[in-house]
């Protein structure tokens, strides 16, 4: 099946990829959301988010994820989600288009995702940026003209179950490029994840999403 990683703003949700500092610090807590970051050597921010949903599933939270049509309507900043084919199981490239605020250059996502087995009631979805070479052999030409490439991107989404809940656990890294001061980067990056979080639990409780776990997985032992 395919698997849509996200989404998201230009620096939605970030994963760390580099060097680190010492500890997450709390930046938003309330109504079974919660967000913490992590300053990065670059000066950006790892940003990591965690909410629980009862009554509902994995199946549900994919569901929505590949409902690309859907994807603005939830995704904080999200012009457009595009899946391209990609013919192995459990995997797949996502372009995902983004409207940046005035006077900044709109940004582009080109991601490649695999969907993990981590145990029975568990498993995790896999994102990383498509490298450069890549790139050039799957988008067209004016692509590379219009908009600047978020990279690297390196996130994850841990999807746990229990009896009646769906813990959700978001964590990813992104570096927007072009000339976006780091403070304006990381306030939007914030931001942009708790209203992205704050969406989701409005829109995977939809009749449409609902159905019995019947998603594939993989050992991702081949993810580039």
Request: aromatic share 10%; glycine share 2%.
């Amino acid at each position: 099946m395919k698997m849509l990683h996200k989404y998201l703003l230009w620096s939605l949700l970030l994963l760390p990829s580099s060097q680190v500092y010492a500890n997450w610090q709390s930046w938003y807590s309330k109504d079974n959301l919660s967000i913490s970051y992590q300053k990065q050597a670059s000066g950006l921010i790892a940003i990591k988010a965690q909410a629980s949903f009862t009554n509902t599933n994995r199946q549900a939270f994919l569901n929505l994820l590949n409902d690309t049509d859907n994807a603005p309507e939830w995704l904080s900043n999200v012009e457009s989600v595009k899946s391209l084919p990609l013919l192995k199981k459990a995997e797949n490239i996502v372009v995902t288009r983004l409207n940046a605020p005035w006077p900044v250059k709109d940004r582009i996502m080109l991601t490649h995702s695999c969907h993990q087995r981590v145990s029975k009631t568990t498993s995790k979805l896999l994102i990383k940026s498509v490298d450069e070479l890549k790139r050039a052999q799957l988008l067209p030409l004016e692509q590379f003209k219009k908009y600047i490439f978020v990279s690297p991107i390196e996130g994850s989404w841990l999807l746990e179950e229990t009896s009646n809940t769906l813990l959700i656990r978001h964590q990813i890294y992104a570096d927007p490029q072009g000339k976006i001061p780091t403070w304006l980067s990381n306030k939007t990056a914030l931001k942009g994840v708790k209203k992205t979080f704050q969406n989701m639990a409005k829109q995977i409780y939809k009749k449409e999403y609902q159905a019995e776990n019947n998603f594939i997985t993989s050992s991702c032992s081949t993810f580039e």
